[in-house]
């Protein structure tokens, strides 16, 4: 019996190797044939459990997580004090986004091992599951276990980040790059709250820091940035055909030739340029934009220099007729309709003129409020 346990170690051990040899030539199939059969002729043997890791790897490979979750199942039915095990698996839940499911192993391999790495695991998964309590306490927990360690402050600023306790969480930040400059991925999170707080200054200051020494989370600061930016005017462009810088009491048949003749019409258009990327639905919408005659008290601001209009005045309509987006260019195109008045002498102050745009970027985001509108004497506002 001593000779045929050894005799079935032996040949566990040679499916191992085979196993090995198969997964590095990329046959993953045939890999995990050998793996079952190792794990079939030795399961008591310590080897078996790292067996099982490879086969779930296997599975892996070929893009088979259900495979690779009963592998590691079968890894932890081996041996239940193999934190590894619960970990690895609470991993791969974590990646198909079955924090639930990650949270719930994490949470065993704390059990088995209640270390600093493990509770920061448990810690980001209560966080997904909403259980920030839970994650603010484990990751204290780390604080005390390694007071000098990044992870228990980058963890507790990752909660607070998420309940939107951005101040708080910029402090937590700030304790773990103190402890090591070089923790960029703590610079990252403070950028991030600082741009979700809408201290995009501060935020752009972080990415400068980063630029250097890590440009690829540089990048991501900077991307994050974009899409979290409330979008803007960035001015209006000289495409268009109305004269936005002419004063008040402009002829209105200077605009066009055809415009000299009493009640004509005549389509105008104004070209905004933005920041970002719209969404089109929203911009192509004309009850999204207003024309208006400014009343801003800024010094010269009103319409007509806030003097009496003329008999002669004229008035557009508050809404455009219609409305272009060029998504390659990131610009509107604004098409309204001037009306002459009956005499064919009528005025407008086109400097005075208010566009304003209510609607919102690609990423649901409405307008700046402090650059929604433009006017010729003013610019963007």
Same mark, same amino acid.
């Given at each position: 019996?001593?000779?045929?346990?050894?005799?079935?170690?032996?040949?566990?051990?040679?499916?191992?190797?085979?196993?090995?040899?198969?997964?590095?030539?990329?046959?993953?199939?045939?890999?995990?044939?050998?793996?079952?059969?190792?794990?079939?002729?030795?399961?008591?043997?310590?080897?078996?459990?790292?067996?099982?890791?490879?086969?779930?790897?296997?599975?892996?490979?070929?893009?088979?997580?259900?495979?690779?979750?009963?592998?590691?199942?079968?890894?932890?039915?081996?041996?239940?004090?193999? /934190?590894?095990?619960?970990?690895?698996?609470?991993?791969?839940?974590?990646?198909?986004? *079955?924090?639930? /499911?990650?949270?719930?192993?994490?949470?065993?391999?704390?059990?088995?091992?209640?270390?600093?790495?493990?509770?920061?695991?448990?810690?980001?998964?209560?966080?997904? %599951?909403?259980?920030?309590?839970?994650?603010?306490?484990?990751?204290?927990?780390?604080? *005390?276990?390694?007071?000098?360690?990044?992870?228990?402050?980058?963890?507790?600023?990752?909660?607070?980040?998420?309940?939107? *306790?951005?101040?708080?969480?910029?402090?937590?930040?700030?304790?773990?790059?103190?402890? /090591?400059?070089?923790?960029?991925?703590?610079?990252?999170?403070?950028?991030?709250?600082?741009?979700?707080?809408?201290?995009?200054?501060?935020?752009?200051?972080?990415?400068?820091?980063?630029?250097?020494?890590? =440009?690829?989370?540089?990048?991501?600061?900077?991307?994050?940035?974009?899409?979290?930016?409330?979008?803007?005017?960035?001015?209006?462009?000289?495409?268009?055909?109305?004269?936005?810088?002419?004063? =008040?009491?402009?002829?209105?048949?200077?605009?066009?030739?055809?415009?000299?003749?009493?009640?004509?019409?005549?389509?105008?258009?104004?070209?905004?340029?933005?920041?970002?990327?719209?969404?089109?639905?929203?911009?192509?919408?004309?009850?999204?934009?207003?024309?208006?005659?400014? %009343?801003?008290?800024?010094?010269?601001?009103?319409?007509?220099?806030?003097?009496?209009?003329?008999?002669?005045?004229?008035?557009?309509?508050?809404?455009?007729?219609?409305?272009?987006?060029?998504?390659?260019?990131?610009?509107?195109?604004?098409?309204?309709?001037?009306?002459?008045?009956?005499?064919?002498?009528? %005025?407008?102050?086109?400097?005075?003129?208010?566009?304003?745009?209510?609607?919102?970027?690609?990423?649901?985001?409405?307008? /700046? =409020?402090?650059?929604?509108?433009?006017?010729?004497?003013?610019?963007?506002?």
């Amino acid at each position: 019996m001593q000779q045929t346990q050894t005799n079935m170690e032996s040949l566990a051990g040679s499916m191992l190797s085979a196993g090995i040899t198969a997964y590095q030539k990329e046959d993953y199939k045939t890999a995990i044939q050998h793996f079952r059969a190792s794990i079939g002729l030795a399961s008591y043997l310590p080897q078996a459990v790292d067996t099982a890791h490879y086969m779930a790897s296997a599975y892996l490979k070929m893009d088979d997580s259900e495979g690779a979750i009963k592998a590691y199942e079968q890894a932890i039915e081996l041996d239940r004090s193999r /934190d590894d095990s619960y970990i690895k698996l609470g991993n791969l839940y974590y990646s198909l986004e *079955r924090y639930s /499911d990650a949270e719930e192993q994490y949470a065993e391999a704390v059990k088995v091992n209640p270390d600093a790495t493990n509770r920061f695991s448990l810690g980001q998964a209560h966080i997904k %599951t909403g259980r920030y309590r839970d994650a603010e306490k484990q990751f204290n927990m780390i604080k *005390r276990q390694a007071p000098r360690s990044v992870n228990g402050y980058y963890g507790v600023g990752l909660t607070y980040s998420a309940e939107g *306790r951005y101040e708080e969480a910029i402090a937590e930040f700030q304790e773990a790059v103190d402890i /090591d400059p070089e923790f960029y991925d703590g610079w990252l999170e403070m950028g991030y709250a600082y741009a979700d707080m809408g201290d995009i200054e501060k935020a752009e200051e972080v990415f400068n820091l980063l630029e250097d020494p890590s =440009p690829d989370l540089a990048d991501l600061l900077s991307r994050y940035l974009y899409k979290v930016d409330t979008p803007k005017f960035a001015t209006a462009l000289s495409d268009g055909n109305f004269p936005y810088l002419q004063p =008040p009491k402009t002829p209105v048949a200077s605009f066009d030739p055809y415009l000299t003749n009493a009640n004509a019409s005549k389509t105008l258009k104004m070209v905004f340029q933005f920041d970002k990327e719209m969404d089109r639905e929203s911009v192509e919408n004309r009850f999204n934009w207003k024309i208006s005659r400014s %009343t801003s008290s800024e010094p010269g601001g009103f319409y007509n220099f806030g003097q009496p209009l003329p008999d002669t005045e004229i008035k557009l309509p508050s809404i455009p007729e219609y409305v272009y987006y060029d998504a390659k260019n990131l610009r509107a195109v604004v098409y309204f309709e001037i009306t002459q008045n009956a005499t064919a002498d009528g %005025t407008i102050d086109p400097s005075h003129i208010v566009f304003k745009f209510s609607g919102e970027d690609k990423y649901g985001l409405k307008m /700046d =409020p402090k650059a929604d509108e433009f006017a010729g004497f003013s610019g963007v506002a």
